[in-house]
DNA sequence: ACTTGACCTTCCAGCGACTGGAACCCCTAT
DNA sequence: ATAGGGGTTCCAGTCGCTGGAAGGTCAAGT
């Protein structure tokens, strides 16, 4: 399987997957005119990727999670651990947007958003406290 | 005023004080020798700046937001627009996040988190489906 | 006067996770 | 022979800082 095939099958694009390579997430193989090439094993592994990736994991996280993928005599508290530190990075992000969230709706359902120049945005931004 | 004094006045570290001066969004004066000084003005600015950034306003934005500011005959609906579209990327990001999360707590309830390899957390990123 | 130490300056490199583009090689079909 | 659509490498850029090196300046203490 060729790289662009690889793409469509895993959703990953081409210039990601060869990323993975350089930093040593991967290891293709390679047929004799320099292509790289996938076997089952590999395309798992990009799966794999593609999945702890869309669910927000570090690239660092990938790699500890793909070798403990691969270690059969793993303890599941260490996969635990990192998904539950992974977890509460995102609870904290969640509550920091939820309050920029807050903040900006009750700004912009005050501004009138017309031509004049009056704005609480631009006076809440300026220290002008009208909380 | 200098920049270490300003750092502290607005929360911003010197060195951000030195790129955002670098990337243009504000422009210090300099007293003799070279050290950047501070008016009371450029203090405000550099409030606002913090304040903006704080609300996760990109850069950008940061840029059209000042000048909104000192532009006295700026429509509200310009500032109103910018924090609209800022507002949504918010929430979609927080959207984001919450399908992650969810996936996540799920998973991290669902591990025993013990000594022994198995684990619905990895079984999940192989897409071993337990959904 | 001299030294120390804290400040200031510039410039350059690196972070994470790609992404775009240039320049070039390879394979297949016409 | 050539055209196209793959593949390859390598280098630069993204965003918003952040760290560090190398050096200039200032105020206080000896």
């Given amino acids: 399987?060729?790289?662009?095939?690889?793409?469509?099958?895993?959703?990953?694009?081409?210039?990601?997957?060869?990323?993975y390579e350089e930093i040593g997430l991967i290891r293709p193989e390679?047929?004799?005119?320099?292509?790289?090439?996938?076997?089952?094993?590999?395309?798992?592994q990009l799966h794999f990727l593609a999945r702890a990736r869309a669910l927000g994991f570090s690239i660092d996280d990938c790699r500890s999670l793909l070798m403990l993928w691969e270690d059969r005599s793993r303890a599941s508290s260490?996969?635990?651990k990192i998904a539950a530190a992974h977890l509460s990075e995102i609870e904290a992000k969640i509550a920091d947007?939820?309050?920029?969230?807050?903040?900006l709706k009750n700004l912009v359902q005050t501004c009138h958003g017309n031509d004049r120049?009056?704005?609480?945005?631009?006076?809440?931004?300026?220290?002008?406290?009208?909380d």
């Fill in 1 to 19: 399987m060729n790289i662009s095939q690889d793409a469509t099958a895993t959703g990953l694009p081409a210039k990601t997957i060869r990323y």
């Fill in 30 to 44: 390679r047929s004799d005119n320099g292509y790289r090439t996938f076997t089952q094993t590999a395309l798992h």
């Fill in 78 to 80: 260490d996969v635990r």
């Fill in 97 to 103: 947007l939820t309050a920029m969230q807050n903040t």
């Fill in 117 to 130: 120049p009056d704005c609480p945005i631009l006076n809440t931004l300026s220290g002008v406290s009208s």
